[in-house]
């Protein structure tokens, strides 16, 4: 089974400022996608950014943008400019791209990072 | 486009009763995944349906079911409603291309259970 860490429950950052949040996995699989998921006070879940494990290039999204370092099982978001309505939870989430049919293939999620913007 | 939705948005319920949670996926969309989130196990992936077929199951007891009809709305069913069923449940639907597929939520129904 795949599994997802957070290791930072709460970051803090200033407005403006550049701000990385973590996230690793564990998997043997060679493809899979990875995904940050926004979930603001509201508790609707926003997608943020989506990488596929077979491309190497790091996925943008304006302000958003990861490191994804595959060999190290890490997938990395980086805010840059961060504002205020960037506060939220943060979850990290993987997804195999073979479906077992027998197994829970949905999303595996990490516990979250909340982040708060300081202004 | 409209967006996922889910109904009811909140609702109570006592132990021992049964509930029905809808959700009705964005337009063209034909893949619908429910999850539970609870402040101690976090998000938690119950099932998917597909063309109305249950395609992947969690790590949940029988009590939780679901179904998908023809229009691709699906309902999720638990019964024999227990206390640690209180929970925020997330319905996401997506549109599987070329192999890519993204889940987008809906706003989430927030059952109690008392």
């Known amino acids: 089974a795949q599994t997802v860490t957070q290791s930072q429950p709460e970051m803090s950052v200033q407005e403006a400022e550049t701000v990385t949040l973590s996230c690793t996995y564990d998997?043997?699989?060679?493809?899979?996608?990875l995904f940050w998921y926004k979930q603001p006070p509201s508790r609707q879940m926003i997608l943020v950014i989506r990488?596929?494990?077979?491309?190497?290039q790091n996925a943008t999204e304006n302000r958003f943008s990861v490191n994804f370092q595959k060999a190290a099982k890490s997938f990395s978001l980086k805010i840059s400019d961060s504002q205020l309505g960037d506060a939220a939870m943060y979850f990290c989430?993987?997804?195999?791209?073979?479906?077992?049919?027998?197994?829970?293939?949905?999303?595996?999620f990490g516990k979250g990072t909340h982040l708060i913007i300081q202004p | 486009k409209a967006g996922v939705t889910q109904t009811p948005r909140y609702l109570i319920k006592t132990r021992g009763q049964q509930v029905t949670l809808s959700c009705s996926p964005i337009?063209?969309?034909?893949?619908v995944s429910w999850y539970q989130q609870t402040p101690g196990q976090g998000l938690q992936f119950l099932f998917e349906?597909?063309?109305?077929?249950?395609?992947n199951k969690g790590n949940f007891p029988g009590r939780f079911s679901g179904r998908q009809f023809s229009n691709s709305r699906s309902e999720m069913n638990v019964s024999t409603l227990e206390l640690g069923d209180s929970a925020l449940y997330l319905c996401a639907s997506s549109l599987i291309t070329s192999g890519v597929d993204t889940q987008y939520f809906g706003p989430g129904t927030r059952l109690t259970v008392l």
């Open positions: 989430a993987y997804r195999s791209a073979i479906y077992s049919g027998g197994g829970a293939d949905g999303l595996t």
């Open positions: 337009s063209g969309h034909r893949s």
């Open positions: 990488q596929e494990a077979y491309k190497q």
């Open positions: 998997t043997s699989e060679s493809d899979y996608y």
């Open positions: 349906y597909f063309s109305e077929t249950q395609r």
